[in-house]
Every structure is written in structure tokens, then in C-alpha cells.
């Protein structure tokens, strides 16, 4: 059964005790998997998956950057073209330097639905977008058995939280 979580900013899950300071789940369910499971060392099936697609912004300049090994992943489903994605950017972005940007049990990834690369990169680098980015005709062309690609995308922002074999939480 996939859960979707869609058309809410990740600052409102952290207020809502849905994620902690540490952005990780607060059910039970997630807590016990986490407490009981040590962090793979070699690259994980998300990580597998990005490789290679993923570029982040430093020094005001665009490098492609692999993606950090993370416990859990929110896929971020955004645009710059329509105005609900772009009015809650600067909240995530005050969010997530705060509370995720220092932590390594989890990442958030930026799949931009931009048609133009240059587009998402223009308001990346206006917003000082922290997180790593890659562009959705990248992610859908990449074929996988890993539950996240199943998710069918319907409205955005929409986020996505799965875990580092891609089951979605």
C-alpha cells in the first residue's frame, strides 16, 4: 500500500510531529526499523538509482554531485512555473537549512517537472536551492522495479517520503 504525501510544505510535516528536528518519521513503525537497521555501507538501490543524475549548487555554480547516502529520502516534486511550488520555497528552504541540512539520516531531493533544465536551474540558483536536484524527464526515462517509481504523480508540490531501498514510507 502506498502512501502519498502531496500539496504540503515539509516545514508543515515538522510542525505537525509527522517528521522530527532530525527529519525523521515519529510512528513507531518507522522508529523501530530505524533503531534495529544500521546504515548499508555500500551504495544503496536509491542511490543506484540517482547516480549520476543528480547536480546540487555551490558557489553559486552548478556541479553534477552524487547523491548523499541517506536513511530516508523526500522526493520533492516542484516547478518553477506554478505558483503553490514557488510561494513555499522559501519556507523549505529556511526549513531545511535548519533542521536536515547537517543531519545525515535523511535527504531531500529535488525532481523538477520543468520542461527546460535552464528554467529549474534559473530559479534553483534565485532561491539558493540547498538540497540536490534532477530533472523528472531524467527520473522517468531511468527504468526501476523500486516502489517510489510506481507513485503516479498528479499535482504539485508533492512529497514523497521512502527509505534507502526506495519503499515508499
Known sequence: KLKLITAVSFSSLLLAGSINAQGMMDTPEVSEKVEKKEVDKDLTPVG?????????????KFNDTPLEEARYYILYFSASWWGPCVSSVPQLVETYNDKIAKKSKVELILVSLDAEKDDALTWAKKE???????????????????????????AVPTYILIDKKGKVV
Do not use: C, R
Open 48 to 60: 543506484s538509482f540517482f547516480s549520476g543524475m543528480t547536480f546540487s549548487l555551490e558557489d553559486g
Open 128 to 154: 539558493n536551492f540547498p538540497w540536490p536536484h534532477v530533472q523528472m524527464a531524467e527520473f522517468e526515462k531511468k527504468e526501476s522495479e523500486l516502489d517510489f517509481k510506481k507513485v503516479k504523480i498528479t
